[in-house]
């Protein structure tokens, strides 16, 4: 999939699933959920043993599905998750040497930043958008008074965003959304309830057709 087309998918999705997973196979069979629910892109985080192993089994067998690679801190680790097939990158903070990686490999980088000093910093480093993490403390309003001065610049709040209220950081101008326990459930992940996660999957595509 190339640049242009991952950023379009999540544009019109409006959704990335944020998890972590202990296996290759719960991974598979949770993008397979996630996908039958209409979304079709998940962040693999760093912080999941073995990630990038896990994303490169993954990327395999689904060549078609939206996988990133989140919790990114260096370009040495940028470049090995893109080598593994990651369709786009995401770090936690402001991370100048990502975003040239990227930018010279030709994948969106999501770059994380809160105040506004940080938001435009990375937009002008090239960010394709920038992650306003963490979102949870500041809610919608946040990013409906950040978008006033920077309209230009695209944005996915990720922190305690879930069903209920994706539809409203939406309406305040997000490009889109990260979520993570609110979509991908711990408990139904370690159980295997695909079930479950397809039905919240489902659930946040419709909040986001309502806006």
């Known amino acids: 999939m190339k640049k242009d087309a991952t950023l379009a998918q999540i544009k019109a999705e409006k959704v990335i699933a944020l998890i972590r997973a202990d296996s290759p196979d719960g991974l ?24 990038i192993r896990m994303l490169e089994k993954a990327t395999a067998e689904l060549p078609n599905f939206n996988y990133g690679l989140g919790t990114v801190l260096d370009a040495a680790t940028a470049r090995a998750g893109i080598l593994a097939g990651a369709k786009f990158i995401v770090t936690p903070a402001v991370c100048l040497d990502v975003i040239e990686t990227c930018r010279r ?14 938001i435009l910093r990375a937009w002008e ?13 500041f809610g919608p309003a946040y990013i409906k008074s950040v978008k006033a001065p920077f309209p230009q610049i695209d944005m996915v709040p990720t922190g305690g965003v879930n069903e209920n209220n994706v539809g409203d950081f939406l309406k305040a101008g997000a490009y889109a959304v990260a979520a993570g326990s609110s979509l991908v ?17 489902k659930a946040f595509a419709a909040a986001v057709a309502a806006v």
Do not use: H, Q, R
């Open 28 to 51: 598979l069979d949770c993008a397979k959920a996630l996908a039958a629910g209409g979304l079709n892109s998940i962040e693999v985080t760093m912080t999941t043993p073995g990630a």
């Open 105 to 118: 490999y030709s994948i969106p980088v999501f770059c994380g930043a809160l105040t506004p000093t940080e």
């Open 185 to 201: 459930d711990g408990k139904a992940f370690k159980e295997k309830n695909w079930a479950a996660i397809t039905a919240k999957a």
């Open 125 to 137: 480093a090239g960010a394709d958008a920038v992650k306003v993490f963490p979102a949870e403390f």
